[in-house]
């Protein structure tokens, strides 16, 4: 019986001259926006790849210089192109691409896309996750909008009942044959999709682009079933649609920005010039205000002559000034892992607040889903973000060591590094969180996804019956 009915739904849709127009255009923007955001994303790749590599070239090939120059000199780290960046591009073009390496500082990210962004831009970026998002429900709600209320209308529904077709029944084969048309459509995208991936991402990408359509499969399941379900319990068809263009119009527009805002509120972040200046205050007059830089230098002075014994910084078995740079790089330290852990912290604040809103709409669990398996979404920038600050930690130890270890006692800065030294750091590497690591993280926007679908499931076993009138 479900395999008839859904028989019956498909070869009416596919005849349907509606259904093959909006498929047209709703497939052509999909692939248009794969192909467009996979082109843009192998440029910004090669050439991401090709300056780390110009980058990487001039730090291991700089002539002889003292190695504190040399940690000034500094180099810039790229953040790499996650193989489905192309299709959702997240926070990348808010958070930044690049960061400068360098002693001393800890700097912020460079080069965001946004705020190069026309005005008519910053409305949204159209990309395949956003026709995924918005476009595809759509496109579901206009086709199932009627199933049930259209065939109340015209009376065909009053002869399905007087069978004795089941109502679960009804919806099951309804619901599969609708799936079925819209698979039509979805599949090939999907296949452009995996050939893209393949060309340059392997199986990584595969596996991810599996995970994401998985996440999208059960979404647009969740719309099916809940178009079928309002069609099946509205008075007419026309009432449907109007329904299911406000639940569409709140899930898709109004929800995720309210939810934004109230994240904000939440938990609000400085402004980059308040954030600087805290950093400054604490680089100066330590993370508690009352540990200024001289006393620390005059503290760690008088300490390391009473320990070896001696009455000048020039009898120490070690050149003082590259220890005391290490020092002071370490104090740094200990400053920005203060202050920018208390903005990670924020921003992170930010998202689970922001997860909240999933409980009046799925796809604010959807989206932040969707950017953590392409690999664009905040935590994975704290990622990129935390694994250079380790290497520049690296970076300016081993050229203050370098300096402490061989440079004549008060000669520290005409001490001359070469290129054994540079060429011992190594060059940055950088190893993104794998895919089950990243699902691990989403476990709550997992769930609430599952849970729609649940109370969705559990709502439509328990209609025993179809109003016929």
């Known amino acids: 019986m479900i395999a008839t009915i859904a028989a019956k739904e498909f070869r009416e849709l596919v005849r349907d001259g509606r259904f093959r127009w909006a498929a047209v255009v709703v497939g052509s923007l999909l692939i248009v926006a794969a192909l467009a955001g996979w082109t843009a994303w192998r440029t910004q790749a090669q050439t991401r790849d090709a300056a780390q590599s110009t980058m990487q070239a001039m730090w291991f090939n700089q002539p002889a210089k003292n190695p504190h120059s040399a940690a000034h000199y500094g180099l810039w780290a790229f953040k790499p192109q996650m193989p489905l960046g192309f299709i959702d591009r997240g926070v990348d073009p808010y958070t930044g691409t690049a960061s400068w390496l360098e002693a001393h500082r800890q700097n912020e990210f460079r080069f965001r896309p946004a705020m190069d962004a026309t005005a ?5 970026e159209w990309t395949t996750a956003g026709v995924l998002q918005l476009l595809v429900p759509l496109l579901i709600i206009l086709l199932a909008h009627g199933a049930f209320a259209g065939e109340r209308e015209r009376g065909t529904l009053r002869q399905l009942a007087s069978l004795g077709v089941p109502a679960r029944t009804l919806l099951i084969g309804k619901a599969v044959g609708i799936g079925g048309a819209m698979g039509l459509l979805l599949v090939p995208v999907a296949a452009v999709g995996a050939a893209l991936v393949m060309r340059d991402s392997g199986a990584d990408g595969l596996f991810r682009l599996f995970a994401l359509g998985g996440v999208y499969f059960a979404y647009f399941t969740l719309f099916l079933v809940l178009t079928l379900f309002v069609s099946a319990r509205a008075a007419s068809a026309r009432g449907a649609l109007i329904v299911l263009l406000s639940l569409w119009a709140w899930n898709g527009l109004v929800a995720p920005r309210l939810a934004a805002d109230m994240a904000r509120g939440v938990a609000p972040t400085p402004t980059a010039r308040a954030f600087s200046a805290d950093v400054q205050r604490s680089l100066a007059n330590g993370v508690d205000g009352h540990s200024p830089a001289s006393t620390r230098n005059r503290l760690l002075q008088d300490s390391l002559l009473a320990a070896h014994g001696v009455s000048h910084v020039d009898s120490l078995p070690f050149n003082y000034s590259g220890y005391s740079m290490q020092r002071g790089e370490e104090h740094a330290n200990g400053v920005f892992d203060h202050h920018f852990g208390e903005l990670w912290a924020q921003y992170a604040a930010q998202d689970r607040a922001q997860l909240a809103g999933a409980v009046v709409a799925p796809l604010v669990a959807v989206r932040q889903l969707s950017m953590a398996i392409a690999g664009t ?25 370098a300096i402490a270890d061989h440079a004549a006692p008060g000669q520290g800065f005409s001490y001359l590094g070469d290129s054994t030294l540079w060429a011992g750091v190594g060059p940055f590497e950088y190893e993104a969180p794998g895919l089950g690591r990243v699902l691990v993280a989403q476990a709550p926007s997992l769930l609430f996804v599952t849970a729609w679908l649940f109370a969705l499931v559990v709502t439509v076993r328990r209609e025993r019956r179809l109003s016929v009138l």
């Open 377 to 401: 979404d905040f935590a994975q920038h704290r990622a990129f973000a935390d694994a250079a600050e380790s290497y520049r930690r690296l970076l300016n130890k081993a050229m203050n060591d």
């Open 120 to 124: 008519a831009q910053r409305f949204g």
